[in-house]
């Protein structure tokens, strides 16, 4: 079962991050997430942490990496679901996860997604 | 990492179905999706299994349980994303999945519960 399923929310795509990343996973995520952004012509990705109790600077590393795919095929980025603990300790280990924006929930980081869309065709990176 | 995230996408909830599913595993996602639902108010229940190669009795069950629980909670459950190979061993095994109404992705099925919710007369508040 390692896999992790991109799933198509109308305009959007979500990737609920349920299982520990490792390199060949998160390989496989980026080639699917890539291939699936090709094919619905999404606008934006939603990912989803809030099954993760530690983000390491790994997992910090890879979701940048993902986020600027995703940027790079005219996709905004933005993670939801983090559990406070996280959040705390991203700050504490210095990771800003520079890039990436946020959002307490999938239905928040809908309305981000569609507002930063109507804005303009560009995905600004002020809030 | 041992959770089922529940997430909210508007009226409806999205379980991603990820990881091998066990005893105690069914029974927190059960006490998670029913706590949900009493705070959401939700009237939908998706259940993603695109990442399940396989879907065994005890799996079916247990799906079909947790569409039981969303029913008495008043919430309809659609089951999205399954693989051919899933439906063609299901048949084989003779499992009918009783119940619980299926479609293709995520989108059809929220299409398939906003049309059941417009159906029925008792929700009444959406156009």
Do not use: N
Not at 42 to 51: H, N
Not at 100 to 121: E, P, Q, Y
Request: hydrophobic share 50%; aromatic share 2%; net charge negative.
């Amino acid at each position: 079962m390692e896999q992790i399923p991109v799933l198509k929310l109308g305009e959007f795509l979500l990737v609920s991050i349920q299982v520990e990343l490792h390199d060949e996973l998160v390989v496989s995520l980026q080639d699917d997430l890539s291939a699936r952004l090709e094919k619905t012509r999404a606008r934006g990705v939603l990912i989803d942490i809030s099954a993760l109790e530690i983000v390491d600077s790994f997992i910090g590393r890879t979701l940048g990496h993902i986020a600027a795919m995703a940027r790079i095929m005219d996709a905004a980025t933005v993670l939801v679901g983090m559990r406070p603990a996280v959040a705390i300790t991203l700050v504490e280990l210095g990771m800003t996860l520079k890039g990436i924006r946020t959002a307490l929930d999938v239905d928040k980081g809908m309305a981000l997604l569609r507002a930063s869309l109507d804005d303009s065709g560009a995905f600004s990176s002020s809030p």
